[in-house]
């Protein structure tokens, strides 16, 4: 859920990235995160569900979600606590 004109809004560094930049590192982000939680989860130590696919599940979970709360809800303050967590 992005909002353009909420994110065109928003004063932003000189060091933010061009748009076009988001489209091609995030999908490659998560493909790597997914790729990650299959190499624990194949893991030979990793029996069920283990304490790292817990940790790497309610990061993930934490990270799809903040889309939604900072462009969505446009809740800066939550957002940021999400991505202090």
Do not use: E, H
């Amino acid at each position: 859920m992005y909002n353009k004109i909420y994110y065109n809004s928003l004063k932003k560094s000189p060091l933010t990235p061009p748009d076009y930049v988001f489209g091609i590192v995030w999908p490659i982000l998560y493909v790597m995160m997914f790729v990650s939680a299959y190499l624990i989860q194949s893991n030979s130590k990793c029996i069920g569900f283990c304490t790292p696919l817990v940790y790497f599940t309610v990061q993930l979970l934490i990270n799809l979600s903040w889309t939604t709360v900072f462009f969505g809800l446009q809740m800066r303050r939550t957002a940021f606590i999400m991505i202090l967590l």
